[in-house]
């Protein structure tokens, strides 16, 4: 788990999203969020529209990555990237295991525009063919 006790499980790839990108070592492994998260978020914390759009944000990290709108997986920064509306375009940044024993994570956290969104699926349309 996270090196510090101190986490909670916040979901788990979703069985469409690890056929996709073929993530099958990944299948039932919990996401966690550590303390950490928050030192991430500091960065982005004045990018966001208002603090409740921050801790609505926050709040729903479970709902992102449990019905986003949109996913996209970098292979070469190991991670997936969950889109979701909330009051803004937001993205839950989930970056897989880098090291053995340790579950996928959620490392940022941060408000994005529709354009970066349609360019990453247009991306993602492209490699996926």
Request: glycine share 2%; net charge positive; proline share 4%.
């Given at each position: 788990m996270a090196k510090?006790?101190?986490?909670?499980?916040?979901?788990?790839i979703s069985n469409e999203i690890i056929?996709?990108?073929?993530?099958?070592?990944y299948k039932h492994l919990p996401i966690i969020q550590t303390l950490s998260l928050y030192i991430h978020v500091a960065k982005h914390v004045n990018e966001f529209l208002s603090i409740d759009s921050y801790n609505n944000?926050?709040?729903?990290i479970p709902?992102?990555?449990d019905d986003p709108n949109f996913v996209y997986y970098d292979p070469h920064k190991l991670s997936?990237?969950?889109?979701?509306?909330?009051?803004?375009?937001?993205?839950v940044v989930v970056k897989l295991n880098l090291r053995?024993?340790?579950?996928?994570?959620?490392?940022?956290?941060?408000?994005?525009?529709?354009?970066?969104i349609e360019k990453l699926k247009e991306l993602s349309?492209?490699?996926n063919r």
């Open positions: 510090n006790n101190i986490y909670k499980v916040v979901g788990t056929n996709k990108y073929k993530l099958f070592e944000t926050i709040t729903n709902k992102i990555i997936l990237l969950y889109f979701k509306e909330l009051k803004e375009d937001v993205c053995k024993n340790k579950n996928p994570y959620v490392a940022t956290v941060y408000p994005v525009n529709k354009r970066k349309y492209i490699i």
